[in-house]
């Protein structure tokens, strides 16, 4: 069992960055992908960003070039550093643990697929003002 405790959320004017932080605990043993993921008020819950044990990184399109992931394995820590940020970046970011999907010809990945993640965290929120 793994768990997962997002912070770093706030209110931040367009433009702005804010850096989302995720602590890991328990056993890892069957974790391979670590990812985040946003959900805004009446919205499904969507992928915007994963990273596998390896360092391969996933990320939406919407969010290409302005957020970066990042996992620091000595301190058990996930990272979301969000830069540039709009006011549709903004919501409740969840952390989440799986296992990954195991693809024929390409190993373990992990992709923004909300059914492949098993552990879930809270939640943090952010606000971004236009």
């Known amino acids: 069992q793994v768990q997962l405790v997002e912070s770093g959320g706030g209110s931040v004017q367009a433009g702005g960055s804010l850096r989302l932080s995720c602590a890991v605990s328990?056993?890892?043993?069957?974790?391979?992908?670590l990812a985040w993921f946003r959900q805004a008020p009446g919205n499904e819950r969507e992928g915007v960003a994963a990273?596998?044990?390896?360092?391969?990184?996933t990320y939406a399109d919407a969010v290409k070039g302005r957020f970066t992931i990042s996992q620091d394995n000595a301190q058990n820590t996930l990272y979301l550093q969000m830069n540039s940020l709009k006011p549709e970046d903004a919501g409740t970011f969840y952390c989440?643990?799986?296992?990954?999907?195991?693809?024929?010809?390409?190993?373990?990945?992990?992709?923004?697929?909300?059914?492949?993640?098993?552990?879930w965290g809270q939640g943090t929120q952010v606000t971004v003002a236009s």
């Open positions: 328990g056993s890892r043993f069957s974790t391979y992908c």
């Open positions: 990273i596998g044990r390896d360092g391969n990184t």
């Open positions: 989440a643990a799986g296992a990954g999907l195991l693809m024929i010809g390409h190993g373990r990945v992990c992709r923004l697929l909300k059914g492949s993640y098993m552990s």
